[in-house]
C-alpha cells in the first residue's frame, strides 16, 4: 500500500518534491511522527517575569472572549484544514483574504501519543512541562486571529501515526479511557478557547485492518457519544472526519456502511455531531488518475445522505482537495512508460505518488513547456511529462544495473474548477458544506469561485426570516 493510504487518506504536504528540473524542497513527513526535531515552535523571551505573567493573562483573556459579532452572520459553508506547521499569521491571513467566504477552521492542534499520553499538543513535547500543555503561542495567535473574524476554530485531535496502529482501539475498550479522553479534550479545549474539537482518527481505517473494524464500531461509537455530551454541555461543536469510501454502494444498490471503511457507523454518529465531514479525495492513490472524481464524490454525497437521514444532511460536508500528485505513468501490462532505449525490467528510484501544491502542479508544468489540460467528467486538471531520472534493472545474466531512463509521468491537480464542482453538490444536495484540504495551498481564485455560492446562500437564508 502507498505511503498516503498507509499514514492516512490525506495528500500534500508529507513528501519531498524533486521533479521541478532537479530541485528540492522539503515536505513534512508522518504527521503523526511528532519528534521533537520535526516540530516548528516559536519562542519569545521576556526578561521580567511579570510581562510573561500579564501577557499570558491578556492572551487566555482574549481567547476566552466571544468572536466578533460578524460571526453571526458569516456562512459556514466553506471550511478546511491548516496544519500545524503553518503560521499563524498566514492562516489569518487567508482568512482574511477570503473576504468573509471561509467559515470555518480545523487546525492539528493535538494528536494520541499512546495510551499514557493520549492527547498531546502538536507543537510542544509530550508530556510537556508547559504551564498550557492544551496550547502553544503559535496556535493560540491563530485561534485568536481566526475568532476575531468570526470564523469558527476546531482543534483537531489526530491519530495519524502508523507506529501506533490498533493503539487507539485498544485504548477505547475501557470505559474509564473512553471517559477521560473526552474529558482532556473538552477540558483542554474550553482553555484554547476553540469553537470545538475535530476527531481525525484515520488509523481505525488505514492501518489498524478491516479484521479489527467489528470490535472498534461500538468503542468508537460510545467515545462520541461521550465526548458529544460533554462538549455541547459547555456550549462547545463536535466535528468527525471520516474517510469517503471506496464504494459508495452495494452490488444491491443499497449504502455501503461508512462507505466501505464501516468501522465507522455514519447513521450513529450524525445525530451526535455537529459535522460529519468526508474525505473525498485520494481516490487514485498508487497509480495515475483523478484524486477526486466529481461522479464519485456525487455517489458518496448521496450514499451519506441515505446513510444519516435528510434530517441529518445538513451536517455533511464533502472534501475538497486544492493539491496534486505525480505519479509514474504505467502502460496496460502495469511497466513504466520510458521513451528511447530502456530496458523492460527497469524501476525508478524514484518515489511513486508524489504530492504537489496546486502551485507546485502548475510550476512543474510550465518548467516542463506542457500545458495542463482540464478533464470536465472529473473536474480537475492533469498533464503528462517526461523526465530523465536513475533507476535499475536486471541485465541478461540476471545481475542488477543501474541505469538512467527517460520516464514518463502523469499529473492530477485539484483547483479552483474543483472547488466549483464541489459547491454544486453542495448546492443541489443541501448539504452543510465543502472542508478543504489543505487551506494553506489554495489554488489562486478559489475563494472567487466559491464566493456566488455562498452568497446565494446567504441570501436564501435571509429570505426565510
Not at 24 to 49: C, F, Q
Not at 399 to 418: D, L, M, S
Amino acid at each position: 500500500m502507498s505511503f498516503f493510504r498507509t499514514v492516512s487518506g490525506r495528500g500534500w504536504p508529507w513528501r519531498v518534491r524533486t521533479d521541478r528540473l532537479g530541485a528540492s524542497a522539503p515536505i513534512h513527513n508522518n504527521l503523526g511522527d511528532l519528534g521533537e526535531d520535526e516540530r516548528m515552535m516559536r519562542h519569545r523571551k521576556w526578561g521580567v517575569t511579570a510581562l510573561i505573567s500579564a501577557a499570558l493573562g491578556a492572551l487566555l483573556l482574549g481567547l476566552l472572549m466571544p468572536p466578533a459579532a460578524s460571526a453571526a452572520e458569516r456562512s459556514r459553508k466553506v471550511s478546511g484544514w491548516f496544519g500545524y506547521w503553518t503560521d499563524s499569521a498566514d492562516m489569518i491571513s487567508i482568512a482574511k483574504n477570503s473576504k468573509r467566504v471561509l467559515g470555518e477552521v480545523n487546525i492539528f492542534w493535538w494528536h494520541y501519543s499512546g495510551p499514557v499520553n493520549p492527547v498531546c499538543t502538536t507543537t510542544l513535547s509530550c508530556p510537556s512541562p508547559s504551564s498550557t500543555p492544551w496550547t502553544s503561542t503559535l496556535l493560540s495567535t491563530a485561534a485568536r486571529g481566526l475568532r476575531a473574524q468570526g470564523v469558527d476554530v476546531y482543534a483537531t485531535h489526530t491519530d495519524l501515526n502508523s507506529g501506533l496502529a490498533g493503539s487507539l482501539s485498544t485504548y477505547l475498550a475501557k470505559k474509564k479511557n473512553r471517559r477521560a479522553i473526552a474529558t482532556r479534550l473538552t477540558d483542554w479545549a474550553v482553555r484554547a478557547g476553540v469553537s470545538g474539537v475535530d476527531l481525525d482518527w484515520e488509523n481505525f481505517a488505514f492501518n489498524d485492518g478491516s479484521q479489527s473494524w467489528a470490535t472498534t464500531r461500538p468503542r468508537l461509537t460510545a467515545t462520541i457519544r461521550i465526548l458529544s455530551a460533554k462538549l455541547h454541555a459547555k456550549g462547545l461543536k463536535l466535528s468527525v472526519t471520516v474517510p469517503g469510501g471506496y464504494s459508495p454502494f452495494l452490488s444491491d444498490g443499497s449504502p455501503n456502511p461508512g462507505g466501505g471503511y464501516s468501522v465507522y457507523d455514519w447513521a450513529a454518529l450524525a445525530p451526535l455531531v455537529d459535522r460529519l465531514r468526508l474525505m473525498t479525495y485520494d481516490y487514485s492513490w498508487n497509480r495515475p488518475g483523478p484524486i477526486g472524481p466529481h461522479a464519485w464524490t456525487r455517489a458518496v454525497v448521496r450514499s451519506a445522505i441515505e446513510q444519516v437521514g435528510k434530517e441529518n444532511r445538513s451536517k455533511i460536508y464533502v472534501g475538497l482537495h486544492q493539491y496534486g500528485k505525480a505519479w509514474y505513468s504505467r502502460d496496460d501490462a502495469d511497466d513504466f512508460i520510458t521513451v528511447g532505449e530502456c530496458s523492460d525490467s527497469w524501476r525508478p528510484s524514484g518515489s511513486d505518488a508524489i504530492s504537489l501544491s496546486v502551485a507546485e502542479a502548475r510550476a512543474l508544468a510550465a518548467d516542463y513547456g506542457v500545458t495542463p489540460r482540464f478533464d470536465r467528467p472529473s473536474r480537475e486538471w492533469t498533464f503528462t511529462y517526461v523526465k530523465t531520472e536513475s533507476g535499475r534493472y536486471t541485465n541478461s545474466k540476471g545481475k542488477r544495473r543501474t541505469a538512467e531512463c527517460r520516464v514518463q509521468k502523469e499529473v492530477w491537480f485539484g483547483a479552483k474548477e474543483t472547488a466549483a464542482g464541489r459547491m454544486q453538490i453542495v448546492k443541489r444536495r443541501h448539504i452543510g458544506g465543502v472542508a478543504v484540504w489543505q487551506l494553506a495551498g489554495l489554488d489562486t481564485g478559489f475563494f472567487g469561485a466559491v464566493r456566488p455560492y455562498v452568497k446565494a446562500s446567504n441570501a436564501k437564508s435571509k429570505s426565510r426570516r
